[in-house]
């Protein structure tokens, strides 16, 4: 017999899930972290560069390219195309995802706003088939699409997470999907480079843009195919206004219109976003910018980059279940309070580095790994229970924009350091302060209290 768990939403106890839907929920995030690793983390960048600088009149293979395009007539330095396109798809996101949650609250059939997004965003990706030659508006196109229904997809698939559990059950619920998540998307990295290095011939770039090509059309086949696993296992938890009728899209606006103009009755919950939104700003800035430290500062080359990022992707695994596991004992806030104190330790783990020594970057890329999928997974448990009930999907909204929608923040603080000192170092050391000031305000939230308020009931151990 499955087991069972009966979540309760504010005073009115939700429907029991099995541990079959709740393992569907799960392989949600196996499926689409391909997306984050294969396409955003390593391929895309680099290949939709190369298109772009093929339209701007440079060789294939050139070690430098002064060439412009000029989509919708703005004339763009090639190796700014990709750069603009994901701040584009940020800003456009940030509008987005509130409605997709509201109308997710809204709707008896969350499930197939699940698989729209994935579907929408797969069907993208793997349209990068047909980026050939000098393609670059058709790739940046199918970027925006796909990039964008990503994150609507993350904004469903988190709604179902107090739907899936109580309160002493979604620390763990949250940290076993994260882990997945960092599982399936290394594994079909792994494919991908082990692919490439076996396929690819030196000298040879038309090989590699092809093989880059391939690799990202398999993210968009995978996320696609393992997609119909939480399609099938999954059921759906309507809200009494969904079940209450009317049209989801509309009725969706007008709640969000509501919730908007409603938010100030939970300012601790506000306040929890801001601290999520300043320490997450540095976890994400040092994601993006590690292999650029590790190659330009500490002169490391590619290929213990990539052992380093797989290395990440695997150990984030049995770190998110590791957190997990301390949250049970302790409590999800004093767990992430603890990973924000470590995170801080990397940072000056990573400023003390050699230059041009692999296994001590390395080292630190397994530090962060451990860190990583717990610090992640935790913030999205305890945020559900700052959640008031039926508004699932649009908090999860905000809480999207608040992880993606800033992460301008810490590499603009970078980069602005390194401008004034010259050094990657000093440069890595600002980040600093998205973690200490993080800390403080994550420390200073009455987490009991701000649980509470949103009219939820507080787990045993917080």
Request: glycine share 12%; aromatic share 12%; net charge positive.
């Amino acid at each position: 017999m499955a087991e069972t768990t009966t979540p309760t939403v504010g005073d009115t106890p939700a429907p029991a899930s099995t541990r079959r839907e709740r393992s569907g929920w799960y392989f949600y995030d196996w499926a689409m972290s391909a997306f984050s690793t294969t396409v955003i983390t390593v391929f895309l960048g680099p290949f939709l560069t190369t298109v772009t600088e093929l339209a701007a009149g440079c060789e294939l293979g050139a070690d430098t390219c002064s060439g412009y395009v000029y989509p919708l007539g703005i004339k763009v330095a090639a190796g700014s195309y990709f750069p603009y396109l994901v701040s584009l798809s940020v800003f456009l996101t940030v509008f987005a995802l509130p409605v997709v949650g509201a109308i997710a609250d809204r709707s008896a059939h969350k499930k197939r706003l699940l698989a729209t997004a994935a579907f929408v965003g797969a069907g993208a990706t793997v349209g990068m088939l047909f980026v050939t030659g000098d393609r670059y508006l058709l790739g940046g196109a199918l970027f925006m699409v796909a990039n964008i229904a990503f994150g609507a997809g993350v904004v469903v698939y988190n709604s179902f997470l107090p739907q899936l559990g109580g309160p002493d059950d979604r620390d763990g619920i949250s940290s076993r999907g994260w882990a997945l998540g960092y599982l399936g998307g290394g594994l079909l990295l792994a494919l991908n480079l082990v692919a490439v290095s076996m396929l690819g011939e030196e000298g040879n770039h038309q090989r590699t843009l092809d093989l880059a090509r391939w690799s990202i059309v398999s993210a968009g086949v995978w996320w696609a195919v393992f997609t119909l696993v939480p399609l099938r296992w999954l059921r759906e938890h309507p809200t009494a206004a969904a079940l209450a009728g009317g049209n989801p899209v509309t009725d969706g606006f007008r709640q969000l219109g509501r919730t908007l103009r409603e938010i100030k009755a939970y300012p601790l919950t506000l306040f929890f976003l801001l601290a999520f939104l300043v320490y997450n700003d540095g976890i994400q800035t040092v994601i993006a910018l590690a292999s650029q430290y590790g190659t330009e500062e500490l002169r490391l080359g590619q290929t213990t980059l990539i052992v380093t990022i797989l290395l990440v992707q695997f150990l984030a695994f049995g770190g998110a279940l590791l957190l997990g596991a301390l949250a049970k004992r302790i409590g999800a806030w004093k767990t992430v309070l603890i990973s924000l104190v470590l995170w801080t330790g990397v940072i000056l783990g990573a400023f003390r580095l050699p230059a041009e020594a692999p296994l001590p970057f390395m080292i630190l890329g397994a530090a962060i790994g451990l860190v990583l999928g717990g610090s992640q997974a935790l913030s999205r448990s305890l945020f559900s229970q700052l959640i008031p009930a039926g508004k699932e999907g649009e908090y999860y909204g905000f809480y999207e924009i608040s992880d993606k929608g800033t992460s301008w923040l810490g590499p603009l603080a970078f980069g602005l350091v390194f401008q004034l000192t010259n050094s990657y170092r000093v440069g890595l050391v600002s980040l600093l302060v998205f973690f200490v000031v993080g800390f403080l305000l994550l420390l200073a939230v009455p987490i009991r209290r701000a649980i509470v308020a949103a009219g939820n009931t507080p787990p045993r151990v917080l």
